[in-house]
């Protein structure tokens, strides 16, 4: 709905405003009737500078797993009990949970957009973020004091106290809440002068039908190449856990957890890449702050820090349709591109330890998945 529109001399004081809502219900037969909605505020009071307000209001299900998965047990699993500050071999129970409710999320969302105007194809993004959901459908949290009080039927113990096995079908928590700030800037160009033969053949640099790169990368279609780099700063505000009506409420920034090491305060991700003749090198670098996970304070337990972590993924391909040398040599590989893909470059992986500085057996470097130096090639054609 427009409110105000400098181009067309409406309320032109005021730049260009509108309002937007949007509703829809949908009906499940596992869970029954469904509804959300959502209402926003867009303002642009210039040429450069956007703001926008956002609420949304939904209802999500449980998937189908979640509620009917079949059950299963996994012996001997090495799980760190924090009650005793120690690692058991036990038995973990998992399939589906057909008591899960529908959860219902209220969402908060603010942002700024300012074009800078010194550098052509930039801008600076700031998002605020604010969450409120309740009965939340989640995996079986780490096994911490509260958790376990707060499901006791979840949890076997032998007579002396030793863990046994743990129950980690999906769970229904009562609430969450949270907040955070994300802020960062976008830059993007070209590469190299206009090419008139490629923009005859309609082409952008990603050199033929289904190879066309996403986002920035796609280019203009006048044979130039791109670049573009991204980088983002977020930090948590509040990261709150209920997990049940009259439980304990979990604080995740706190040193409480429901996986790993609790919420991470501090986060960042930078991107970027270039296209040029056929040539093309994508980056994608993500660092998470430490955190650290409260002992129960029981004789012999002991804080776990889960240290950073520094992530860096490399991809690098080749569109053989701008290799004309290679096509009159090879007529083939017409329509084929050549990929090679790094995950984790530098092999990554978090390290957690106790008040000592000791890795507990269950954090051990094996215990970690972090797909370390996972090399691969992809080649593809299209006929």
């Known amino acids: 709905m427009p409110i105000a529109s400098r181009r067309n001399g409406v309320l032109a004081g005021l730049g260009e405003l509108s309002l937007n809502f949007s509703a829809g219900v949908a009906d499940l037969s596992d869970i029954g009737g469904l509804a959300d909605w959502s209402a926003g505020l867009t303002w642009n009071p210039t040429e450069r500078l956007g703001l926008q307000a956002s609420w949304f209001v939904n209802e999500e299900p449980p998937s189908l797993l979640q509620l009917g998965a079949p059950g299963n047990q996994t012996f001997n699993v090495p799980v760190y009990d924090f009650a005793r500050g120690e690692t058991v071999l036990v038995t973990i129970i998992d399939g589906g949970n057909p008591a899960l409710a529908r959860e219902k999320q209220r969402d908060l969302k603010l942002a700024l957009n300012w074009k800078w105007p010194l550098i052509d194809n930039s801008n600076l993004v700031v998002e605020y973020f604010r969450n409120r959901s309740d009965n939340v459908t989640a995996s079986f949290p780490v096994l911490t004091g509260p958790i376990e009080a707060a499901f006791p039927g979840r949890v076997v113990r032998d007579a ?114 270039g296209f040029y003749r056929g040539f093309g090198l994508r980056i994608n670098a993500n660092w998470t702050g430490p955190t650290t996970l409260k002992a129960t304070g029981a004789p012999g337990t002991s804080d776990l820090r889960f240290g950073e972590v520094t992530r860096v993924d490399l991809r690098a391909f080749v569109n053989f349709d701008q290799q004309q040398r290679v096509i ?56």
């Open 160 to 273: 002396d106290g030793r863990l046994v096995s743990i129950d980690r079908r999906a769970i229904t928590l009562a609430q969450t809440s949270g907040s955070r700030l994300r802020w960062g800037m976008n830059l993007s160009g070209t590469l190299g002068k206009p090419d008139p033969a490629a923009a005859a053949r309609g082409r952008g640099p990603g050199g033929g039908p289904g190879m066309r790169m996403p986002g920035p990368m796609g280019g203009g279609g006048d044979g130039r190449g791109r670049w573009n780099l991204s980088a983002y700063h977020t930090v948590r505000f509040a990261d709150r856990v209920l997990v049940a009506r009259g439980g304990p409420v979990l604080d995740l920034l706190g040193g409480d957890a429901l996986s790993g090491g609790g919420a991470v305060r501090h986060a960042l991700q930078v991107e970027g890449g």
């Open 328 to 383: 009159s040599a090879v007529p083939f590989l017409k329509g084929a591109r050549l990929a090679f893909e790094v995950d984790n470059l530098f092999e990554s992986r978090q390290k957690v330890t106790d008040a000592a500085g000791l890795v507990p057996l269950g954090y051990q470097r094996d215990y970690l998945d972090a797909r370390g130096r996972v090399v691969g090639i992809d080649f593809r054609k299209v006929f």
